[in-house]
T-cell receptor, first 112, second 114 residues
C-alpha cells in the first residue's frame, strides 16, 4: 500500500490561529487530495493537486489553502481557524483515475 | 456537478447472510470509475472493489460483488456470507476523468449481528 503519513494525528487549537496539516507520501503518486469528514457528510473534497505546484479547489475550499512544492508533500493550511473547521481531515493519493485512492490515517482537528 | 447518493444511512445483516448496499450517482461524463471503500472503527479507508464504467461485466472480489447498471446510474455492493469483520461504514465513490471530479457518498453504516 502507498506510504502516506499525516501529521499531526491530533490537534486542538483556538479560533483565529493558523493551522497547517501535512501529508507525506513515499509512492510518487501524481495526484493528492485533502478531504474533510463530518458526521452525515461522508468525505468532502477540499483541494486537490495534479502535480507539483498544480492545485485546484474542491467543493468545500473556502477558508483553506494548499501548497505542493514537492511530489511527496501536500500541505493544507487554515489561515484563521474557525469552529466550523473542526473535523477529521484525510489526505489521499492516487496514481491515476483508474486507480483507487490510498488514504492516510486522518488528522482529528478540534478548534475551540 | 456530479453527486453520489447512498440512500441507506444504516443497514444490518445476520452473520453468514447476504446484504446489498445501494448507491446511485449522477454524471454527464461517459468515462468514469466507481469504487466502494470500507471504513472500520479504526478510521482507515480501505478499498473494497472498483468498477470501470466502460466495462459491462460486474466486478467481483471474493465475497464482494457489484451490480453496475450504467443506464440507471446505479452501483450497488453485495456482501455474501457476511462476517463480523465486515462491520464498518461503507462509502461509494465516483471518480471522473479529471482529478477534481472525485465525489463520495455520505456512507452506509453496516452492522453484522452474530
Amino acid at each position: 500500500d502507498a506510504g502516506i503519513t499525516q501529521s499531526p494525528r491530533h490537534k486542538v487549537t483556538e479560533t483565529g490561529t493558523p493551522v497547517t496539516l501535512r501529508c507525506h507520501q513515499t509512492e510518487n503518486h501524481r495526484y493528492m487530495y485533502w478531504y474533510r469528514q463530518d458526521p452525515g457528510h461522508g468525505l468532502r473534497l477540499i483541494h486537490y493537486s495534479y502535480g507539483v505546484k498544480d492545485t485546484d479547489k474542491g467543493e468545500v475550499s473556502d477558508g483553506y489553502s494548499v501548497s505542493r512544492s514537492k511530489t511527496e508533500d501536500f500541505l493544507l493550511t487554515l489561515e484563521s481557524a474557525t469552529s466550523s473547521q473542526t473535523s477529521v481531515y484525510f489526505c489521499a493519493t492516487e496514481d491515476g483515475p483508474h486507480q483507487p485512492q490510498h488514504f492516510g490515517d486522518g488528522t482529528r482537528l478540534s478548534i475551540l | 456537478a456530479q453527486t453520489v447518493t447512498q440512500s441507506q444511512p444504516e443497514m444490518s445483516v445476520q452473520e453468514a447472510e447476504t446484504v446489498t448496499l445501494s448507491c446511485t450517482y449522477d454524471t454527464s461524463e461517459s468515462d468514469y470509475y466507481l469504487f466502494w471503500y470500507k471504513q472500520p472503527p479504526s478510521r482507515q479507508m480501505i478499498l473494497v472493489i472498483r468498477q470501470e464504467a466502460y466495462k459491462q461485466q460486474n466486478a467481483t472480489e471474493n465475497r464482494f460483488s457489484v451490480n453496475f447498471q450504467k443506464a440507471a446510474k446505479s452501483f450497488s455492493l453485495k456482501i455474501s456470507d457476511s462476517q463480523l469483520g465486515d462491520a464498518a461504514m461503507y462509502f461509494c465513490a465516483y471518480r471522473g476523468p479529471n482529478a477534481g471530479k472525485s465525489t463520495f457518498g455520505d456512507g452506509t453504516t453496516l452492522t453484522v449481528k452474530p
